[in-house]
């Protein structure tokens, strides 16, 4: 089946421990994207990356570290510098970047910090 | 400039009414629009997307009416079911611009 992983799907964690959240695709799409998704705030960018071994901040990037080391993969550590990290992580990927490509989800992963 | 407006924040439709769900832009360079749905504890899946060189597309139950002039754009779900109870999202992109900009979304609740 082709599609987007994220893994795990349920993640907890105590304040001030480094968490990474998996994203893995297998559709062989150039684009990948992060979203964090909070209740009456939609969906707002963290990173994305075009290429490998390229990636670009988003809107709220403070706090979050990403790497694009293989094509498919697009790994997200939330630091202990995030300030409020409990959210719904969302892993999107695209076949490019530009304008007229969809976007895919994954089924996301809710962390929780305590 | 970036931003997309969404209202309302939360509807109640009947079944077999119309769900209406409605966007507003500002920034005149987007030139993408789609409408994602999503259901509790999963991503969000596109529904239906407009290019502004058109002013309606219709997908089964679904159609996006797009106002340029106006800068809008909106939702309408004919015979609303059950099954269509989720969260919209409607977006916008721009030429050249690799990042979609998503409204606050609109949780829709079909009544049996």
């Known amino acids: 089946d082709g599609g987007i992983t994220q893994s795990p799907k349920y993640l907890f964690r105590k304040e001030g421990q480094n968490v990474t959240l998996s994203c893995e695709q297998n559709?062989?799409?150039?684009?990948m994207y992060w979203y964090r998704q909070d209740p009456g705030q939609g969906l707002r960018l963290i990173y994305y990356?075009?290429?490998?071994?390229?990636?670009q901040k988003g809107d709220i990037a403070e706090g979050y570290s990403v790497s694009r080391e293989k094509k498919e993969s697009f790994p997200l550590t939330v630091t202990s510098a995030q300030k409020n990290p409990t959210a719904f992580y969302l892993c999107?990927?695209?076949?490019?970047?530009?304008?007229?490509?969809?976007?895919?989800f994954g089924p996301g992963t809710r962390l929780t910090v305590t | 400039q970036q931003q997309v407006k969404q209202s309302p924040q939360s509807l109640i439709v009947q079944k077999g009414g119309i769900s209406i769900i409605n966007c507003a832009y500002e920034?005149?360079?987007?030139?993408?629009f789609p409408w994602y749905q999503q259901f509790p504890g999963k991503g969000p899946a596109l529904l239906i997307a407009?290019?502004?060189?058109?002013s309606e597309k219709k997908e089964g139950r679904f159609t996006i009416s797009f106002n340029k002039s106006a800068k809008q754009f909106s939702l309408h779900i004919m015979d609303s079911q059950p099954g269509d109870s989720a969260t919209y999202f409607c977006?916008?992109?721009?030429?050249?611009?690799?990042?979609?900009?998503f409204g606050t979304g609109t949780r829709l609740l079909v009544s049996p």
């Open positions: 999107a990927s695209s076949p490019g970047g530009g304008p007229g490509y969809e976007q895919y």
């Open positions: 559709l062989n799409h150039d684009a």
């Open positions: 990356s075009q290429i490998v071994n390229d990636f």
């Open positions: 920034n005149t360079a987007f030139d993408y």
């Open positions: 407009i290019r502004p060189d058109v």
């Open positions: 977006a916008a992109r721009s030429t050249g611009f690799q990042k979609l900009v």
